[in-house]
């Protein structure tokens, strides 16, 4: 991988440069958040942390139309825009790998495939606040998945490591702009860094053995207790980088004389989403659905792939208005007290 440098003072005009390849979106402020937003890179806020939606909007949106019908023919709806997402933690990119895997390897979606090979992923380093837990997911630093990788060591430069071809192009756009030389000195400031990055980390959260620890409580009374705090609002799982459950509408568009097939997020969360045709609901209980979410978050993508299916970005964290998160629901399977689930009902 070829490491180079970008003076700071040269990042704004850089990524203009980069509307010659597509749209270039980036993190903006929005009240006391941040969103991605395609903007005049000047407006891009370089200290935002966790967006509100994930980066899983661009390959998966919200709502999308997959095909229309009409007049005895159907045909297909791609995004064909080319976009540059500038501003990816390593937990979002993190994230986008697992939808890699679901929605490229196994069951290919050709919506999906569209959308992510006409999109450069921009990374850039941060720094953890006390909603982050990366470090416990393992989530924290980034070797694959970009193309290009702005790292902020805090000295007059970036480091940037590319990642891909695609990013190997995108830096000679403004090859000028870019310095090869990178330094003894640079390098142990990026060491250093790290160091410092690391120790910012406020979570105690210790995920050893949690596969195990859900597989076992899958019977355990606490579900239940969980359970009765739960809104069912759904949350969790739109903020989450890595859920990925969506519904199929058919909807007849009078006024056009077309019929359109849409898909839109769904949540597991909802009592909804678990209901058959004859009305049996598999999972009635918001503890039940909560138990689905926790082990696909915690367990059921290790058995598949290897990782954990949370990444560690602390938007359940940020979203959820009962405190049910990651960090207190694994604290709590593993026996330790915490306010937001035993505070609730009986003791
Ligand atoms: S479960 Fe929570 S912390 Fe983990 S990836 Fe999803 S939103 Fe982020
Ligand atoms: S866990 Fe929290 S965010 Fe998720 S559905 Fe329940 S109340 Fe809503």
């Known amino acids: 991988m070829r490491v180079i440098k970008l003076d700071k003072t040269?990042?704004?005009?850089?990524?203009?440069s980069l509307e010659e390849w597509g749209e270039v979106w980036g993190p903006v402020r929005k009240g006391e958040k941040f969103v991605f937003a395609k903007k005049d890179p000047s407006e891009f806020d370089l200290t935002a942390r966790r967006t509100i939606l994930p980066p899983k909007k661009f390959f998966v949106p919200p709502r999308f139309t997959m095909f229309s019908y009409r007049d005895g023919r159907w045909?297909?709806?791609f995004d064909e825009s080319r976009r540059i997402i500038f501003g990816l933690h390593p937990c979002d990119i993190f994230g986008i790998l697992i939808l890699d895997r679901l929605f490229m390897e196994h069951y290919p979606d050709p919506y999906y495939i569209k959308r992510r090979k006409n999109t450069a992923i921009l990374g850039f380093s941060c720094l953890p606040d006390e909603k982050c837990f990366c470090i416990a997911t393992n989530t924290h630093s980034v070797e694959e998945g970009?193309?290009?990788f702005f790292s902020d060591v805090e000295g007059e430069f970036y480091l940037v490591w590319v990642g891909?071809?695609?990013?190997?192009?995108?830096?000679?756009?403004?090859?000028?702009?870019?310095?090869?030389?990178?330094?003894e000195e640079d390098i142990e400031r990026y060491i250093e860094w790290r160091r410092k990055r690391d120790k910012?980390?406020?979570t105690d959260l210790d995920l050893t053995g949690m596969p195990e620890i859900v597989e076992i409580s899958y019977k355990r009374p606490i579900w239940e207790k969980i359970g009765e705090a739960c809104l069912s609002c759904g949350s969790c799982s739109m903020v989450c980088p890595t859920c990925n459950c969506y519904n199929v509408v058919d909807e007849n568009v009078f006024y056009e004389e077309r019929i359109k097939r849409d898909r839109h997020w769904d949540s597991c969360m909802f009592k909804e989403y678990s209901l058959v045709a004859g009305g049996h609901n598999f999972r009635e209980k918001r503890s039940d659905r909560l138990k689905l979410f926790y082990t696909h978050k915690l367990t059921g993508f290790m058995s598949q792939f290897g990782k954990p299916a949370c990444v560690g970005c602390g938007r359940c964290v940020d979203a959820c208005p009962v405190g049910i998160n990651v960090p207190n629901v694994a604290k709590a399977l593993k026996g330790e007290k915490v306010d937001a689930i035993w505070a609730r009902g009986e003791e």
């Open 200 to 202: 910012m980390f406020k």
């Open 75 to 77: 045909e297909e709806e």
């Open 10 to 16: 040269k990042l704004v005009e850089y990524l203009r």
């Open 146 to 148: 970009f193309d290009l």
């Open 164 to 183: 891909s071809s695609l990013g190997d192009d995108l830096t000679r756009i403004r090859e000028d702009l870019f310095d090869e030389d990178v330094t």
